[in-house]
Structure formats: structure tokens, C-alpha cells
């Protein structure tokens, strides 16, 4: 089975710095999906970011990125200029791309301040 | 943009009793899943069904039972609640298309949450 891992319980950040959010994952697929959701105090789960695992390029949303290491199984989510809308609780997620209507396992989650 | 709706938004129950909890995909999203997210946990996978079929389980109790229909909404049936049913539900949904720059295996179904059905047990 998958697992993912989420080593940071907290994290927080000043308004339009640089943070950096760390994910591990352990599987023994060749295809599957990485993503990033995040989940504001309305607790909508809102996804910011894909990663396809055949892809060598990291992926990118406006001020979203992420750093995918495949050999490494780690898939870290870089937020740059952060604004105070960014705090809320970050969740990386894996799924199998082998089958359809697969599951999203998710890590336990970053809960993320942003310091005015 | 279309997203998933889901209903009620809010329910409240008495120990024992049931529960139906509906959800409408995104418009041509062919693939629903389930999921329950209790307090400061991540979210569970519950269950999945493409094409009106389950295509994925997971550890969803006995007492709970869910559905696709035609229209490719969902509903989620929860009988004899307990306590620890209070959770925070949510539906999700997908079109499953081929990711044939990965290759013929791969399926492509990045899933669009809903806004939750928060389940209070009392």
C-alpha cells in the first residue's frame, strides 16, 4: 500500500517570503500522481498543484511549485511571495495512475501560518 | 465554472438513526469518490464508482452504502449512526481520460472536491 508522509506538523512563514513545505511518499508503482491540496478554515479542500510522475519538469502555478525527486520519493511544495490567503492546512496527496477511479491517499497534513 | 455540489450541508442525527448524503458531480465528471475527514485528520478514501460502477473500496463500514446513478449523481447511505460518524464528508469528482504521454495504462482523473456535509451525531 502507499503511504504519505508529511514530517512537518506546523509551519508558518512572513507575508511575501519564501516557504517550503516537505512530502514523502513510498510506493512501488511507475505511474501515479502527486498533488497538493489545501484546506482553508471553510475547510473546502481547494487543489493548488499536479505532478505527473513521468514528468522530469516540476510543476508550476503562479507562485506554486514543486520540487519532485522521484528517485528520492519526495515531492515538496516551495510558496513564494506568501500572502496571508495562503494560511490554511496543506495536504500532499498521491494516487495511482493505473487504475481509474483510484483513491487520493493523503499525508497528515502542514497546517500553515502566514505572519503579517 | 461548474463545481461539485453537495447536500445538505449541514445534518444532524440521533445515535441510531440514518443518513443520506447526495452529491452532483461536475458536468461530463464520470467518476465520484467518497471521503471522511474527522477532526484534525487528513482526509479517509471511502469509496469510488466509475460509471455507475465501484471501482475502488476503502475502509468503509458495513452500515454505509453508496451508489451512482444514471445522471452519475451520488449518494451516500449511512445507517445506525454512531458517534464517531461525526465527520466532515466530502464528494469528489473526475473524467477519466487516458494520459497517453504516460503511456496506455495511465489514467488521468485529478479530483475536484465539493464543499463538504458536515455529520453531527448526537
Known sequence: AQTVTQSQPEMSVQEAETVTLSCTYDTSESDYYLFWYKQPPSRQMILVIRQEAYKQQNATENRFSVNFQKAAKSFSLKISDSQLGDAAMYFCAYRSGETSGSRLTFGEGTQLTVNP | ?122
Open chain 2, 1 to 122: 465554472a461548474a463545481g461539485v455540489i453537495q447536500s445538505p450541508r449541514h445534518l444532524i442525527k440521533e445515535k441510531r438513526e440514518t443518513a443520506t448524503l447526495k452529491c452532483y458531480p461536475i458536468p461530463r465528471h464520470d467518476t465520484v469518490y467518497w471521503y471522511q475527514q474527522g477532526p484534525g485528520q487528513d482526509p479517509q478514501f471511502l469509496i469510488s464508482f466509475y460509471e455507475k460502477m465501484q471501482s475502488d473500496k476503502g475502509s468503509i463500514p458495513d452500515r454505509f452504502s453508496a451508489q451512482q446513478f444514471s445522471d452519475y449523481h451520488s449518494e451516500l447511505n449511512m445507517s445506525s449512526l454512531e458517534l464517531g460518524d461525526s465527520a466532515l464528508y466530502f464528494c469528489a469528482s473526475s473524467a477519466q481520460e487516458r494520459d497517453w504521454l504516460a503511456g496506455s495504462r495511465a489514467v488521468e482523473d485529478t479530483q475536484y472536491f465539493g464543499p463538504g456535509t458536515r455529520l453531527t451525531v448526537l
